[in-house]
Protein backbone atom coordinates (compact mmCIF):
# COMPACT_ATOMS: atom_id res chain seq x y z
CA UNK A 1 0.00 0.00 0.00
CA UNK A 2 1.97 3.51 -1.22
CA UNK A 3 1.51 6.85 0.94
CA UNK A 4 -1.07 8.36 -0.78
CA UNK A 5 -3.43 4.99 -0.63
CA UNK A 6 -2.67 5.54 3.35
CA UNK A 7 -3.31 9.38 3.40
CA UNK A 8 -6.73 8.79 1.06
CA UNK A 9 -7.82 5.64 4.06
CA UNK A 10 -8.48 8.67 6.45
CA UNK A 11 -9.29 11.82 4.56
CA UNK A 12 -11.96 10.79 1.92
CA UNK A 13 -14.50 7.66 1.41
CA UNK A 14 -13.29 7.19 -2.11
CA UNK A 15 -9.45 5.90 -0.28
CA UNK A 16 -10.93 4.14 2.63
CA UNK A 17 -13.26 1.88 0.51
CA UNK A 18 -9.70 1.24 -1.98
CA UNK A 19 -7.63 1.04 0.87
CA UNK A 20 -10.01 -1.66 3.04
CA UNK A 21 -10.33 -3.59 -0.64
CA UNK A 22 -6.76 -3.70 -0.97
CA UNK A 23 -6.33 -4.25 3.21
CA UNK A 24 -8.69 -7.36 2.82
CA UNK A 25 -7.00 -9.09 0.02
CA UNK A 26 -3.86 -8.85 1.81
CA UNK A 27 -5.17 -10.70 5.11
CA UNK A 28 -7.98 -13.06 3.66
CA UNK A 29 -5.93 -15.87 4.12
CA UNK A 30 -5.50 -15.57 7.74
CA UNK A 31 -9.36 -16.19 8.23
CA UNK A 32 -8.79 -19.77 9.60
CA UNK A 33 -7.41 -18.70 12.56
CA UNK A 34 -10.80 -17.11 14.01
CA UNK A 35 -12.02 -21.07 14.39
CA UNK A 36 -15.34 -20.67 12.11
CA UNK A 37 -16.11 -23.82 10.71
CA UNK A 38 -14.82 -25.00 7.11
CA UNK A 39 -17.75 -23.65 4.64
CA UNK A 40 -16.42 -24.43 1.02
CA UNK A 41 -15.40 -20.80 0.40
CA UNK A 42 -12.85 -18.69 2.51
CA UNK A 43 -14.24 -15.80 3.89
CA UNK A 44 -12.41 -12.25 4.23
CA UNK A 45 -11.13 -10.75 7.27
CA UNK A 46 -9.99 -7.43 7.71
CA UNK A 47 -6.38 -5.68 7.76
CA UNK A 48 -4.89 -2.60 8.63
CA UNK A 49 -1.15 -1.38 7.76
CA UNK A 50 0.59 -0.07 10.74
CA UNK A 51 3.96 1.04 9.42
CA UNK A 52 6.14 -2.00 8.37
CA UNK A 53 3.22 -4.07 9.58
CA UNK A 54 0.09 -5.77 8.51
CA UNK A 55 -2.64 -6.31 11.09
CA UNK A 56 -5.40 -8.95 10.42
CA UNK A 57 -8.37 -9.12 13.14
CA UNK A 58 -10.42 -12.44 13.71
CA UNK A 59 -12.71 -13.92 16.43
CA UNK A 60 -16.68 -14.23 17.28
CA UNK A 61 -18.66 -13.40 20.15
CA UNK A 62 -20.61 -16.46 21.08
CA UNK A 63 -23.51 -17.17 23.49
CA UNK A 64 -24.05 -20.72 24.12
CA UNK A 65 -26.19 -22.95 25.95
CA UNK A 66 -25.13 -26.46 27.30
CA UNK A 67 -27.39 -29.41 28.89
CA UNK A 68 -25.77 -32.59 30.56
CA UNK A 69 -28.16 -35.40 31.92
CA UNK A 70 -25.72 -35.70 34.31
CA UNK A 71 -24.11 -32.95 36.54
CA UNK A 72 -20.66 -32.02 35.67
CA UNK A 73 -20.68 -28.58 37.23
CA UNK A 74 -18.63 -27.99 34.21
CA UNK A 75 -19.18 -24.88 31.36
CA UNK A 76 -19.27 -25.12 27.51
CA UNK A 77 -16.57 -28.07 27.92
CA UNK A 78 -17.14 -31.60 29.49
CA UNK A 79 -15.29 -33.53 31.17
CA UNK A 80 -14.90 -37.07 29.33
CA UNK A 81 -12.99 -38.94 31.72
CA UNK A 82 -13.97 -39.26 35.63
CA UNK A 83 -17.48 -36.34 35.42
CA UNK A 84 -19.37 -39.07 33.83
CA UNK A 85 -20.40 -40.05 36.99
CA UNK A 86 -21.19 -43.62 38.23
CA UNK A 87 -24.64 -44.53 39.95
CA UNK A 88 -23.17 -44.52 43.43
CA UNK A 89 -22.45 -40.31 42.88
CA UNK A 90 -25.45 -38.38 43.59
CA UNK A 91 -24.60 -36.38 40.56
CA UNK A 92 -25.61 -39.24 38.22
CA UNK A 93 -29.30 -38.31 38.72
CA UNK A 94 -29.22 -34.55 38.45
CA UNK A 95 -29.20 -32.33 35.20
CA UNK A 96 -27.90 -29.30 34.34
CA UNK A 97 -28.25 -26.11 32.01
CA UNK A 98 -26.20 -23.11 31.70
CA UNK A 99 -25.33 -20.51 29.25
CA UNK A 100 -21.87 -19.35 28.44
CA UNK A 101 -20.52 -16.20 26.45
CA UNK A 102 -16.86 -17.81 27.57
CA UNK A 103 -16.05 -19.60 24.43
CA UNK A 104 -16.22 -15.53 22.65
CA UNK A 105 -12.66 -15.17 21.08
CA UNK A 106 -10.33 -12.55 19.59
CA UNK A 107 -7.30 -13.29 17.67
CA UNK A 108 -4.30 -11.29 16.07
CA UNK A 109 -2.00 -11.66 13.13
CA UNK A 110 1.04 -9.18 13.14
CA UNK A 111 2.82 -9.75 9.79
CA UNK A 112 6.49 -7.39 8.53
CA UNK A 113 7.44 -7.63 5.38
CA UNK A 114 9.62 -9.98 3.48
CA UNK A 115 13.28 -9.12 4.21
CA UNK A 116 16.36 -11.28 2.74
CA UNK A 117 13.77 -14.06 1.57
CA UNK A 118 12.39 -14.18 5.45
CA UNK A 119 8.68 -13.26 6.65
CA UNK A 120 8.23 -12.72 10.55
CA UNK A 121 5.01 -12.84 11.63
CA UNK A 122 3.13 -13.28 15.44
CA UNK A 123 -0.48 -14.55 16.08
CA UNK A 124 -2.45 -14.64 18.90
CA UNK A 125 -5.69 -15.92 20.03
CA UNK A 126 -7.11 -15.24 23.60
CA UNK A 127 -10.84 -16.70 25.35
CA UNK A 128 -12.17 -16.57 28.51
CA UNK A 129 -11.93 -20.24 29.13
CA UNK A 130 -10.39 -19.81 32.54
CA UNK A 131 -11.05 -19.40 36.24
CA UNK A 132 -9.69 -17.43 38.91
CA UNK A 133 -10.48 -17.50 42.44
CA UNK A 134 -13.00 -14.52 42.39
CA UNK A 135 -14.86 -16.27 39.37
CA UNK A 136 -18.43 -16.87 39.92
CA UNK A 137 -21.85 -17.32 38.25
CA UNK A 138 -23.72 -15.57 40.69
CA UNK A 139 -23.96 -11.80 39.97
CA UNK A 140 -21.37 -10.41 37.38
CA UNK A 141 -19.53 -13.26 36.30
CA UNK A 142 -15.83 -12.71 36.58
CA UNK A 143 -13.87 -14.92 34.56
CA UNK A 144 -10.44 -14.37 33.18
CA UNK A 145 -8.84 -14.01 30.04
CA UNK A 146 -6.78 -16.67 28.89
CA UNK A 147 -3.71 -17.41 26.79
CA UNK A 148 -5.17 -19.58 23.85
CA UNK A 149 -2.50 -19.36 21.34
CA UNK A 150 0.89 -16.80 21.35
CA UNK A 151 3.53 -17.18 18.77
CA UNK A 152 6.28 -16.14 16.55
CA UNK A 153 6.91 -17.49 13.47
CA UNK A 154 9.06 -17.34 10.62
CA UNK A 155 9.15 -18.64 6.85
CA UNK A 156 11.60 -18.60 4.62
CA UNK A 157 11.66 -18.84 0.65
CA UNK A 158 13.42 -22.36 0.94
CA UNK A 159 10.44 -23.76 2.55
CA UNK A 160 11.71 -23.68 6.36
CA UNK A 161 9.41 -22.90 8.89
CA UNK A 162 10.31 -21.99 12.36
CA UNK A 163 7.58 -20.90 15.36
CA UNK A 164 8.08 -20.64 19.04
CA UNK A 165 5.36 -19.78 21.33
CA UNK A 166 2.17 -21.62 22.40
CA UNK A 167 0.16 -23.58 19.88
CA UNK A 168 -1.62 -26.14 19.14
CA UNK A 169 0.42 -29.30 19.21
CA UNK A 170 2.29 -31.20 16.36
CA UNK A 171 0.25 -34.09 17.05
CA UNK A 172 -3.19 -32.44 16.09
CA UNK A 173 -4.34 -33.35 12.73
CA UNK A 174 -3.51 -31.28 10.02
CA UNK A 175 -5.83 -30.01 6.78
CA UNK A 176 -3.06 -29.07 4.25
CA UNK A 177 0.72 -29.88 5.23
CA UNK A 178 1.75 -28.93 8.55
CA UNK A 179 0.74 -25.18 8.45
CA UNK A 180 -0.03 -23.01 11.72
CA UNK A 181 -3.59 -22.24 11.81
CA UNK A 182 -4.58 -24.76 9.26
CA UNK A 183 -5.29 -27.46 12.01
CA UNK A 184 -8.61 -29.77 11.42
CA UNK A 185 -10.52 -29.04 14.44
CA UNK A 186 -13.55 -30.96 15.51
CA UNK A 187 -16.71 -28.47 14.32
CA UNK A 188 -18.48 -29.25 17.11
CA UNK A 189 -19.18 -26.50 20.32
CA UNK A 190 -17.99 -28.49 22.95
CA UNK A 191 -14.82 -26.93 23.83
CA UNK A 192 -13.33 -30.20 24.80
CA UNK A 193 -13.78 -31.34 21.33
CA UNK A 194 -14.38 -34.65 20.57
CA UNK A 195 -13.26 -38.27 22.78
CA UNK A 196 -10.28 -39.78 20.19
CA UNK A 197 -9.07 -36.02 19.01
CA UNK A 198 -5.55 -35.89 19.39
CA UNK A 199 -4.55 -32.80 20.62
CA UNK A 200 -2.41 -30.38 22.92
CA UNK A 201 -1.93 -26.46 22.98
CA UNK A 202 1.48 -26.70 24.95
CA UNK A 203 4.46 -23.69 24.57
CA UNK A 204 6.81 -24.96 21.79
CA UNK A 205 9.57 -24.57 19.55
CA UNK A 206 9.05 -26.32 16.13
CA UNK A 207 11.10 -26.40 13.18
CA UNK A 208 9.14 -27.88 9.70
CA UNK A 209 10.44 -27.96 5.91
CA UNK A 210 7.84 -27.58 3.35
CA UNK A 211 9.84 -29.48 0.78
CA UNK A 212 7.36 -28.77 -1.50
CA UNK A 213 3.74 -28.48 -2.57
CA UNK A 214 2.89 -32.31 -1.64
CA UNK A 215 5.64 -33.52 1.58
CA UNK A 216 5.89 -31.65 4.59
CA UNK A 217 8.18 -32.68 7.65
CA UNK A 218 8.37 -31.05 10.73
CA UNK A 219 10.02 -31.70 14.24
CA UNK A 220 8.17 -30.25 18.15
CA UNK A 221 9.74 -29.84 21.12
CA UNK A 222 6.84 -29.42 23.32
CA UNK A 223 5.97 -28.71 27.23
CA UNK A 224 5.92 -31.51 28.54
CA UNK A 225 2.60 -32.42 31.73
CA UNK A 226 1.92 -35.81 33.41
CA UNK A 227 -1.49 -36.92 33.44
CA UNK A 228 -1.62 -38.84 37.00
CA UNK A 229 -5.62 -38.26 37.14
CA UNK A 230 -6.84 -41.65 39.10
CA UNK A 231 -4.45 -43.96 37.92
CA UNK A 232 -1.95 -44.00 41.34
CA UNK A 233 -4.17 -46.88 43.41
CA UNK A 234 -3.85 -49.58 45.80
CA UNK A 235 -5.44 -52.29 47.58
CA UNK A 236 -4.44 -54.64 50.96
CA UNK A 237 -1.34 -52.01 51.30
CA UNK A 238 -0.65 -50.64 54.82
CA UNK A 239 -2.44 -47.38 55.36
CA UNK A 240 -0.21 -44.96 54.21
CA UNK A 241 2.22 -46.66 52.34
CA UNK A 242 1.63 -45.67 49.03
CA UNK A 243 3.18 -44.17 47.00
CA UNK A 244 5.86 -44.80 49.51
CA UNK A 245 7.53 -42.03 51.89
CA UNK A 246 10.30 -40.20 50.00
CA UNK A 247 8.72 -40.43 46.54
CA UNK A 248 8.03 -37.61 44.98
CA UNK A 249 6.21 -37.41 41.33
CA UNK A 250 4.08 -33.99 41.45
CA UNK A 251 3.48 -30.69 43.75
CA UNK A 252 0.72 -28.67 44.22
CA UNK A 253 2.02 -25.14 42.28
CA UNK A 254 3.91 -22.61 43.79
CA UNK A 255 1.72 -18.92 43.48
CA UNK A 256 4.92 -16.77 44.30
CA UNK A 257 6.82 -18.19 41.36
CA UNK A 258 3.36 -18.13 39.23
CA UNK A 259 2.24 -21.35 39.20
CA UNK A 260 -1.68 -22.48 39.84
CA UNK A 261 -1.71 -23.52 43.47
CA UNK A 262 -4.98 -25.29 43.05
CA UNK A 263 -3.43 -27.87 40.82
CA UNK A 264 -0.66 -30.27 40.66
CA UNK A 265 2.41 -30.34 38.29
CA UNK A 266 4.87 -33.40 37.78
CA UNK A 267 8.27 -33.08 38.25
CA UNK A 268 9.17 -33.21 34.13
CA UNK A 269 12.83 -34.03 32.94
CA UNK A 270 12.69 -32.86 29.29
CA UNK A 271 10.34 -31.84 26.53
CA UNK A 272 7.40 -34.11 24.76
CA UNK A 273 9.11 -34.91 21.22
CA UNK A 274 7.28 -35.33 18.13
CA UNK A 275 8.48 -35.66 14.52
CA UNK A 276 5.92 -36.01 11.92
CA UNK A 277 5.80 -36.42 7.58
CA UNK A 278 2.49 -34.94 5.81
CA UNK A 279 1.66 -35.98 2.51
CA UNK A 280 -0.15 -34.34 0.24
CA UNK A 281 -0.08 -36.14 -3.38
CA UNK A 282 -3.28 -34.17 -4.83
CA UNK A 283 -6.23 -36.18 -3.46
CA UNK A 284 -6.63 -36.24 -0.11
CA UNK A 285 -3.95 -35.28 2.97
CA UNK A 286 -2.17 -38.18 4.74
CA UNK A 287 0.22 -37.49 8.03
CA UNK A 288 2.48 -40.21 10.21
CA UNK A 289 4.21 -39.29 13.49
CA UNK A 290 6.18 -40.36 16.30
CA UNK A 291 6.03 -39.26 19.75
CA UNK A 292 8.96 -39.76 22.14
CA UNK A 293 7.70 -38.55 26.15
CA UNK A 294 9.72 -39.13 29.94
CA UNK A 295 7.97 -39.73 32.62
CA UNK A 296 9.96 -38.88 36.04
CA UNK A 297 9.91 -39.81 40.24
CA UNK A 298 12.18 -39.21 42.60
CA UNK A 299 12.59 -42.25 45.07
CA UNK A 300 14.87 -41.69 48.04
CA UNK A 301 16.18 -38.91 46.77
CA UNK A 302 17.49 -40.73 43.57
CA UNK A 303 15.79 -39.92 40.07
CA UNK A 304 13.98 -42.66 38.12
CA UNK A 305 12.95 -41.99 34.87
CA UNK A 306 11.07 -44.09 32.35
CA UNK A 307 10.04 -43.54 28.90
CA UNK A 308 6.79 -43.67 26.45
CA UNK A 309 5.48 -42.91 23.47
CA UNK A 310 3.56 -43.92 20.49
CA UNK A 311 3.11 -44.17 16.75
CA UNK A 312 0.08 -41.73 15.18
CA UNK A 313 -1.82 -41.29 11.78
CA UNK A 314 -4.45 -39.48 10.06
CA UNK A 315 -6.21 -38.76 6.83
CA UNK A 316 -8.29 -36.28 5.40
CA UNK A 317 -10.25 -37.67 2.20
CA UNK A 318 -12.47 -35.28 0.03
CA UNK A 319 -15.16 -37.68 -1.12
CA UNK A 320 -17.14 -35.38 -2.98
CA UNK A 321 -15.05 -32.05 -4.17
CA UNK A 322 -16.16 -29.36 -1.99
CA UNK A 323 -18.95 -30.89 -0.21
CA UNK A 324 -18.09 -34.55 1.69
CA UNK A 325 -15.60 -35.04 3.44
CA UNK A 326 -14.04 -38.24 5.69
CA UNK A 327 -11.69 -37.93 8.14
CA UNK A 328 -9.80 -40.76 10.65
CA UNK A 329 -6.67 -40.78 12.75
CA UNK A 330 -5.26 -42.23 15.86
CA UNK A 331 -2.61 -42.91 17.91
CA UNK A 332 -1.30 -45.93 19.55
CA UNK A 333 1.37 -46.10 22.18
CA UNK A 334 2.11 -45.80 26.15
CA UNK A 335 1.99 -43.06 28.24
CA UNK A 336 -0.23 -40.94 25.70
CA UNK A 337 -3.00 -40.24 27.87
CA UNK A 338 -2.25 -36.53 27.50
CA UNK A 339 -2.62 -36.18 23.82
CA UNK A 340 -6.12 -37.48 23.62
CA UNK A 341 -9.95 -35.58 25.05
CA UNK A 342 -10.70 -38.27 27.24
CA UNK A 343 -7.80 -37.43 29.48
CA UNK A 344 -6.92 -40.95 30.61
CA UNK A 345 -3.93 -41.01 32.71
CA UNK A 346 -0.10 -41.70 31.22
CA UNK A 347 0.97 -43.38 33.79
CA UNK A 348 0.56 -45.55 37.20
CA UNK A 349 2.86 -46.59 39.99
CA UNK A 350 4.97 -49.61 40.34
CA UNK A 351 5.12 -50.70 44.63
CA UNK A 352 8.89 -48.86 44.90
CA UNK A 353 7.00 -45.49 43.59
CA UNK A 354 8.91 -45.81 39.81
CA UNK A 355 6.05 -44.33 37.01
CA UNK A 356 4.98 -47.06 34.45
CA UNK A 357 3.44 -45.90 31.43
CA UNK A 358 -0.10 -47.88 30.60
CA UNK A 359 -0.72 -48.79 27.07
CA UNK A 360 -3.34 -47.02 25.09
CA UNK A 361 -4.99 -46.64 21.89
CA UNK A 362 -7.22 -43.42 20.51
CA UNK A 363 -9.18 -43.63 17.92
CA UNK A 364 -11.11 -40.73 15.31
CA UNK A 365 -13.41 -41.17 12.46
CA UNK A 366 -15.37 -38.05 11.17
CA UNK A 367 -17.43 -36.77 7.92
CA UNK A 368 -18.46 -33.29 6.85
CA UNK A 369 -21.31 -32.39 4.10
CA UNK A 370 -21.51 -29.06 3.21
CA UNK A 371 -24.45 -28.83 0.98
CA UNK A 372 -24.29 -24.98 0.34
CA UNK A 373 -21.56 -22.31 1.64
CA UNK A 374 -24.31 -21.69 4.27
CA UNK A 375 -24.63 -25.44 5.72
CA UNK A 376 -22.57 -27.47 7.44
CA UNK A 377 -23.70 -31.05 8.92
CA UNK A 378 -20.74 -32.83 10.83
CA UNK A 379 -20.40 -36.11 12.59
CA UNK A 380 -17.96 -38.06 14.36
CA UNK A 381 -17.34 -41.20 16.46
CA UNK A 382 -14.63 -41.55 18.41
CA UNK A 383 -12.96 -43.78 21.34
CA UNK A 384 -10.27 -44.08 23.76
CA UNK A 385 -9.18 -47.12 25.57
CA UNK A 386 -6.26 -48.31 28.07
CA UNK A 387 -5.05 -51.66 29.10
CA UNK A 388 -4.75 -52.86 32.95
CA UNK A 389 -1.28 -52.38 34.25
CA UNK A 390 -1.01 -53.53 37.99
CA UNK A 391 1.58 -54.97 40.85
CA UNK A 392 0.60 -57.68 43.05
CA UNK A 393 3.06 -57.77 45.92
CA UNK A 394 2.32 -60.41 48.83
CA UNK A 395 -1.82 -59.32 49.82
CA UNK A 396 -1.33 -55.87 48.52
CA UNK A 397 -1.94 -54.73 44.51
CA UNK A 398 -1.44 -51.67 43.19
CA UNK A 399 -1.60 -49.74 39.72
CA UNK A 400 -4.55 -49.46 37.49
CA UNK A 401 -7.44 -51.55 36.71
CA UNK A 402 -6.59 -54.74 38.73
CA UNK A 403 -9.42 -56.77 39.15
CA UNK A 404 -8.78 -56.59 42.70
CA UNK A 405 -9.72 -53.13 43.14
CA UNK A 406 -13.24 -52.52 44.84
CA UNK A 407 -16.32 -51.95 42.77
CA UNK A 408 -18.89 -53.71 44.77
CA UNK A 409 -20.82 -49.80 45.47
CA UNK A 410 -20.21 -48.19 41.62
CA UNK A 411 -24.27 -48.93 41.58
CA UNK A 412 -25.39 -48.22 45.12
CA UNK A 413 -25.28 -44.43 46.61
CA UNK A 414 -22.35 -43.03 47.70
CA UNK A 415 -21.13 -46.78 48.00
CA UNK A 416 -17.34 -47.82 47.02
CA UNK A 417 -16.16 -47.57 43.56
CA UNK A 418 -12.47 -47.11 42.73
CA UNK A 419 -14.27 -47.43 38.55
CA UNK A 420 -11.28 -47.15 36.49
CA UNK A 421 -12.14 -46.22 33.47
CA UNK A 422 -11.00 -48.96 30.82
CA UNK A 423 -12.47 -47.01 27.94
CA UNK A 424 -14.61 -43.84 26.72
CA UNK A 425 -16.65 -43.56 23.90
CA UNK A 426 -18.55 -40.78 21.81
CA UNK A 427 -21.02 -40.07 18.92
CA UNK A 428 -21.33 -37.02 18.14
CA UNK A 429 -23.14 -35.08 15.51
CA UNK A 430 -24.46 -31.45 14.86
CA UNK A 431 -24.82 -28.40 11.91
CA UNK A 432 -23.54 -24.92 11.47
CA UNK A 433 -26.00 -23.02 9.51
CA UNK A 434 -24.78 -19.19 8.36
CA UNK A 435 -27.87 -17.40 8.06
CA UNK A 436 -26.52 -14.11 7.33
CA UNK A 437 -23.64 -12.99 5.37
CA UNK A 438 -22.72 -9.26 4.50
CA UNK A 439 -21.41 -6.26 4.64
CA UNK A 440 -21.59 -6.61 8.86
CA UNK A 441 -19.98 -9.93 8.78
CA UNK A 442 -21.75 -13.00 9.19
CA UNK A 443 -23.80 -14.53 11.84
CA UNK A 444 -24.30 -18.54 12.39
CA UNK A 445 -26.02 -20.78 14.45
CA UNK A 446 -25.27 -24.65 15.57
CA UNK A 447 -26.73 -27.76 17.50
CA UNK A 448 -24.67 -30.47 18.85
CA UNK A 449 -25.97 -33.84 20.32
CA UNK A 450 -22.80 -36.05 22.27
CA UNK A 451 -23.52 -38.94 23.34
CA UNK A 452 -20.72 -40.42 25.91
CA UNK A 453 -19.93 -43.86 27.66
CA UNK A 454 -17.68 -44.88 30.21
CA UNK A 455 -16.66 -48.48 30.93
CA UNK A 456 -14.25 -49.11 33.77
CA UNK A 457 -12.16 -52.03 34.59
CA UNK A 458 -13.75 -55.50 36.05
CA UNK A 459 -13.21 -55.37 39.37
CA UNK A 460 -14.33 -56.98 42.83
CA UNK A 461 -18.18 -56.54 42.36
CA UNK A 462 -18.19 -56.48 38.25
CA UNK A 463 -17.18 -53.60 35.70
CA UNK A 464 -19.39 -50.48 36.13
CA UNK A 465 -20.37 -48.40 33.22
CA UNK A 466 -22.35 -44.52 33.12
CA UNK A 467 -23.21 -42.62 30.09
CA UNK A 468 -24.22 -39.01 29.80
CA UNK A 469 -25.87 -37.12 26.94
CA UNK A 470 -24.89 -33.73 26.24
CA UNK A 471 -26.94 -31.19 24.17
CA UNK A 472 -25.40 -27.59 23.19
CA UNK A 473 -26.36 -24.74 21.18
CA UNK A 474 -24.57 -21.88 19.89
CA UNK A 475 -25.06 -18.17 18.29
CA UNK A 476 -22.06 -16.53 17.12
CA UNK A 477 -21.55 -13.08 15.36
CA UNK A 478 -18.66 -12.85 13.49
CA UNK A 479 -17.71 -9.13 12.50
CA UNK A 480 -14.37 -9.31 10.97
CA UNK A 481 -15.74 -12.14 8.18
CA UNK A 482 -17.90 -11.75 5.43
Request: glycine letters at 12%; a neutral charge.
Amino acid sequence: MNMRLAMNFTSNARGRRAAARTLISLGAFAVAAVGTPAFAHTPSAPSIQTGPLTLTFGGFAELATVYRNRNQSADIGSDFNTGIPFANNPNSSISEFRESARQSRFSLLAQGAKFDGIRAEAYMETDFLSAGVTSNSRQSNSYTLRMRVFYARFTTDYGLDVLAGQNWSLATLYKDGLYPRDEDVPMGIDASYIVGFNWARTPQIRLVEHFNKQFSMGLSLESPQTVTGNGINSVGAPAGSFPPSGVVYQNSGDAAGLMNSTTTYTTDVAPDVIVKAAFDPGWGHYEIYGLSRWFRSSIDRQSNTVAGGGIGAGVILPLIAERLTFQASGLIGRGIGRYGAAQLPDVTMTPSGALAPISEYDVLLGLTYTPSPFWTVYGYAGREQETAKYYTVGTATYGYGAPQFNNSGCEALSGTCVGNSRSVSELSGGFWWKFYQGRIGNMQFGLQGEYLQRNAFRGIGGAPSANMFVGLASFRYYPYQR
